[in-house]
């Protein structure tokens, strides 16, 4: 939710409008099932984020890629907390 915040707040300052349209909630059948997904959607997101920051450096946005950045590392770990988990269960 803070990441969607700050990147909220970055897309005003940039004049964009974010989208409201949430995706659509996966709801797996086991705890197994769940956490693989999230290691899919955390990869996911990793994938996205850097292609962000590439792109914000190519506009000289030192702003923008510094704030996906910092979201990236946060999403780097949360895919290490979930690839943990995994290897728990
Ligand atoms: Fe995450």
Redesign the pocket.
């Known amino acids: 939710m803070k990441?969607a915040e700050a990147i909220a707040e970055r897309l005003a300052y940039l004049g964009v409008t974010p989208t409201t349209k949430p995706e659509p909630i996966f709801v797996g059948e086991s705890l197994k099932e769940m956490i693989e997904r999230?290691i899919k959607?955390?990869e996911g997101?990793i994938k996205l984020y850097k292609t962000i920051i590439g792109a914000a450096q190519k506009e000289g946005d030192i702003t923008t890629a510094r704030l996906f950045t910092k979201i990236l590392e946060?999403?780097e770990e949360?895919?290490d907390t979930f690839i943990s988990l995994l290897e728990e269960i």
């Open positions: 990441h999230d959607d955390e997101a946060d999403e949360h895919h």
